[in-house]
């Protein structure tokens, strides 16, 4: 489900703000789903820093930390 959910971010069929999700549970869940987290980290680093929309990023930690 989780991988299902990365590839659609990767995709770019569901908005990378949505991986806050996955931030929210980073380190309380497996070493496989901390891998995983990968994939939004990267896109966000592709969003931010390549497409200059460094907004994004910033809304996307700020709502992981919110949610934790």
Request: proline share 1%; hydrophobic share 45%; with cysteine.
């Amino acid at each position: 489900m989780v991988s299902t959910f990365l590839r659609a971010i990767r995709a770019g069929v569901v908005h990378i703000h949505h991986g806050a999700t996955i931030f929210a549970h980073y380190g309380r869940l497996e070493v496989a789903f901390d891998t995983c987290s990968r994939v939004v980290v990267d896109s966000l680093r592709e969003e931010g820093i390549m497409k200059d929309n460094p907004a994004i990023i910033v809304t996307t930690v700020t709502q992981a930390l919110q949610e934790v």
